[in-house]
């Protein structure tokens, strides 16, 4: 088996690239007065930011279950999430937006273009390696899907978020590197801030579907459908069930729900039954762990 994607490595690689490239970006930004290399300093700042309140999160969600949370706290994350998808909106891409709009209303020339380029140079190669961390660990998840439908789909939104976030930034930074090359060809400044506008509008983009999806887990989502039909083939494969009518689950971070409505083979009175579905239910802890709360139903109709 596969080793499980560990979202933590993913935070951890890009909490060190951002922090690095943010000082680098804040720096630049300040010697050359460059409206791209602003914006996309508080947006590295912004992403450092964002990967301590993931820690945070991930931490918060491994509380016990309380009487008050009696389903635990592993959808902690998901609120944290929400607030980092906020972040990259509001402190990302609303700024580069102004900052862009600014530079529009009253240009500034470059000074020393060439530390700008020098530092958007590093700055790729770093998001690049915690871009490459973070794919690294999609890939323990993918199972041969598609970027696009596994972050649809997937129910790691630490994952997810940080996957966007390295995305955005990587694909900022080529911007950046275009309109700061442009501004130095041109001598023009407005080149500038066009960088500083199409950065805002990519960050608000991509903040904007992360948004969305971890509001599904928010509001509640079931399993990925892939882990759903496993669970469903490997009820039907045990010798006790006839035929499985229905299977709700609940994603709860890391921790996973299950109800199960099952019509059971035939057996000599209750007690045999009951023993018959302790069996199914055993195999079933054993074969899907994440599912620390399990509920079934034995019924002759659905």
């Not at 600014?102 to 000074?111: E, G, Q, R």
């Not at 999609?138 to 649809?152: I, L, M, P, Q, T």
């Not at 469903?232 to 006790?240: D, K, N």
Request: glycine content about 6%.
């Amino acid at each position: 088996m596969a080793d499980a994607a560990n979202p933590l490595r993913s935070i951890l690689y890009a909490l060190a690239a951002n922090l690095s490239i943010a000082i680098a970006k804040l720096v630049a930004a300040l010697v050359t007065h460059s409206g791209s290399m602003m914006a996309e300093a508080i947006h590295s700042f912004a992403d450092t930011g964002n990967q301590l309140l993931l820690l945070l999160g991930l931490k918060t969600a491994k509380r016990p279950p309380s009487p008050e949370h009696p389903l635990g706290y592993g959808k902690t994350i998901y609120f944290w999430s929400f607030i980092v998808a906020i972040m990259l909106f509001s402190m990302g891409g609303l700024y580069s937006l102004y900052e862009g709009w600014h530079k529009l209303v009253d240009p500034h020339p470059l000074n020393s273009p060439w530390i700008a380029i020098a530092v958007l140079v590093f700055a790729i190669i770093a998001e690049g390696l915690s871009l490459r961390g973070c794919i690294k660990e999609v890939n323990k998840e993918r199972y041969g899907r598609s970027f696009w439908r596994w972050f649809r789909e997937t129910r790691s939104s630490a994952l997810l978020v940080i996957f966007g976030e390295d995305l955005a930034a990587l694909l900022g930074l080529v911007l950046a590197l275009f309109f700061v090359a442009m501004t130095m060809i041109t001598g023009n400044p407005v080149w500038d801030a066009y960088g500083s506008i199409s950065i805002g509008v990519l960050l608000v983009l991509i903040a904007f579907f992360i948004g969305i999806e971890v509001k599904s887990l928010i509001i509640g989502q079931g399993v990925e459908p892939r882990i759903k039909q496993e669970m469903v083939v490997f009820l039907e494969s045990q010798p006790g069930v006839d035929k499985v009518f229905n299977l709700l689950s609940l994603q709860l971070g890391a921790d996973v729900m299950v109800a199960a409505k099952l019509r059971m083979a035939p057996q000599t009175d209750a007690d045999a039954m009951v023993a018959q579905l302790n069996e199914v239910e055993a195999a079933f802890r054993a074969a899907f762990p994440q599912v620390i709360w399990r509920f079934f139903e034995p019924d002759l109709n659905d």
